[in-house]
């Protein structure tokens, strides 16, 4: 659910050489089965926990499924009326488009701010990085429920402390009981920047392992022949930081576009719907106007576009990773 | 050495403006807290709380049956995890040991459903729920926490068992050990630190979840803390020292377990995550 725990990992090891495991496991009849019986219990759980809701959610987005069905538990097939009706809606591509900026906005601001810490940490002396490192550990581990209370008492109209910061630098006016919860955009802004915050230590701790890995050598060369800074960023570093990159733009596009709690808790997806994304979307469409069907429309259309990515995330980290194939 | 040095002032200074920066929002949480009350409400912000008080967590924790929240949010998180790494520990070796038919189609599907948001799984997981009459009942929370928990613990558990040299089971066997045995002396002492993260990264996942617990938990008395914590409110209304307080208490043994496994973290768990 946050970007703290989904980070998929392997420790960096040596494979285990495929045709050695096949002959350990050749050497037993007992062991052919034996995977199967380790796996089964997850298979299990896997169907009941995972494959019956989503079997369920499609089945229910080809469904009339009101209020009233929660009580007779009946629901006419309609096909695919819901998915005309829900793409028919202007709210729905409003949402959409504002899906896509949010989630454009906070990769973009995290890659480039992820990027620039990453290079400071590799140019620090010791106790920097030490200072910076824990500062952005302490970041990562804040649970998000808290870290969106923080935000709203950061910016509360009367009392915020940032709009007191604001106002004492004299540049943007008068902030003191500036509201920023009243106008869309502003609201979207502190969301953003919430999700910015929140994701950045992971983008720049990542980035700065990666960069770490990149032989010195190739900096000393680059330097021999006379190379600046932004020539070495950019025909040294980013060459080989770039799978690393394309790997983390797609996660944290998957994530900044399923992230549901910064804004529900921020502002319900108000003020008049103007910071709802395709999440709170499907959410309201379920759960406040009882129509089961519609949002599982949504929702389903949600994850189909963030398949595509899925799909290019999955390529990517089996064609690094030997172990896993 | 000192030409060294005077190349590294700047980003050093850089560096420490960009911590407190960072640190700000983190460090005005525990700052709110740590206010007299009377404090809090001032149209110009104190940015050291002095003196002390710890009157806000007094509110917070007195207001409510605080201890029962903590208990519905632990035998929910502790059951998830305990019910995952059960399931997970086997799956996680036949996938990381074993070559057999559907493996590489379970791993593709371990990291899919990962990716499928939790506002999409809300629906599907509200109605079944409902018509086994599991809604606003507490341990019902724990089938929903499976369908982020199970995935990542079985993926997260692979990576470590994966990264056990195979030789030392096989010595043990060429020993004598069946693959039980090497499993019991071998295998599991190697993997116990493993196990351990993977279980506080689990255990995090759950006790931080909003958005399941929001929903299908109804009467106060089933809140999890973080569902308390969003909906604190005293009899005066909202009292932001109090709340913030409240956060503060939520946070905490998050930030302290992540500050004792830190080191470990920034140096292995990010760069398994996305190796180039």
């Not at chain 2, 506002?119 to 409902?130: E, G």
Request: net charge positive; aromatic share 12%; charged share 10%.
């Amino acid at each position: 659910m946050t970007s703290l725990t989904q980070a998929p990992q392997t420790t960096p090891v040596t494979p285990p050489r495929p045709d050695r495991t096949a002959r350990a496991v050749r050497g037993n009849r007992l062991a052919r089965f034996t995977p199967y019986g380790l796996i089964g219990p997850a298979l299990i759980a896997f169907a009941a926990v995972l494959g019956y809701p989503i079997v369920r959610l499609v089945w229910l987005s080809l469904q009339d499924f009101g209020p009233r069905s929660l009580f007779t538990g009946e629901a006419p097939f309609v096909g695919l009326e819901n998915f005309t009706r829900v793409l028919g809606d202007s709210d729905f591509w409003f949402t959409l488009l504002r899906t896509l900026l949010v989630s454009v906005a906070c990769v973009g601001g995290l890659m480039v701010i992820g990027f620039l810490l990453a290079s400071l940490l590799m140019q620090v002396s010791a106790w920097a990085r030490v200072m910076l490192s824990v500062c952005l550990v302490l970041v990562w581990a804040m649970p998000m429920v808290s870290a969106t209370m923080i935000w709203r008492w950061l910016f509360e109209p009367q009392y915020g402390v940032l709009n007191w910061v604001i106002t004492q630098l004299k540049v943007f006016g008068d902030f003191s009981a500036h509201d920023w919860f009243s106008s869309p955009s502003q609201a979207l802004a502190l969301i953003i920047a919430l999700i910015v915050w929140k994701g950045l230590p992971f983008v720049a701790l990542t980035l700065y392992a990666a960069m770490g890995q990149i032989p010195g050598d190739l900096y000393e060369a680059a330097a021999l022949d006379g190379a600046g800074r932004w020539n070495v960023a950019r025909h040294v570093t980013m060459p080989i930081l770039a799978p690393v990159l394309a790997v983390l733009v797609l996660l944290e596009v998957i994530w900044s576009v399923n992230s549901f709690t910064p804004i529900w808790v921020l502002t319900q997806g108000g003020p008049d719907g103007g910071t709802t994304t395709l999440g709170v979307y499907s959410y309201l469409e379920a759960f406040t106007r009882n129509d089961y069907s519609g949002g599982a429309a949504i929702a389903i259309i949600t994850v189909l576009l963030l398949a595509v990515l899925s799909v290019l995330y999955v390529r990517r980290l089996f064609a690094q990773d030997e172990a896993v194939v | 050495m000192s030409r060294m040095r005077r190349k590294r002032a700047v980003p050093n200074a850089i560096a420490v403006l960009v911590s407190l920066v960072v640190i700000f929002p983190v460090y005005w949480m525990f700052a709110t807290a740590l206010k007299q009350p009377g404090k809090i409400l001032s149209a110009t912000p104190e940015f050291v709380p002095w003196p002390l008080s710890l009157d806000n967590f007094r509110t917070a924790l007195t207001h409510g049956p605080f201890l029962h929240y903590v208990r519905n949010s632990l035998l929910v998180s502790v059951s998830t995890v305990l019910i995952a790494l059960v399931v997970a520990l086997g799956a996680s070796i036949a996938l990381a040991r074993f070559r057999f038919i559907g493996r590489r189609a379970f791993l593709v599907g371990l990291v899919l459903v990962q990716m499928v948001p939790g506002s999409a799984m809300v629906i599907p997981l509200y109605l079944m729920l409902r018509s086994v009459g599991a809604i606003d009942f507490v341990p019902g929370l724990i089938i929903t926490y499976m369908t982020f928990v199970l995935p990542f613990t079985i993926w997260t558990l692979r990576g470590f068992v994966a990264g056990i040299p195979l030789e030392l089971e096989e010595a043990a066997m060429v020993d004598g050990c069946g693959r039980f045995g090497a499993f019991w002396h071998i295998q599991l002492p190697l993997l116990a630190p493993g196990i351990v993260a993977t279980s506080i990264f689990a255990f995090i996942s759950a006790w931080d979840d909003y958005l399941f617990a929001y929903v299908f938990l109804k009467s106060q008395n089933n809140y999890t803390l973080p569902v308390w914590l969003v909906s604190f409110q005293t009899s005066d209304g909202i009292d932001n020292g109090a709340t913030i307080a409240a956060s503060a208490i939520f946070s905490l043994p998050v930030l302290i377990v992540f500050l004792l496994i830190q080191r470990r973290l920034v140096g292995g768990m990010t760069a398994g995550a996305v190796k180039g």
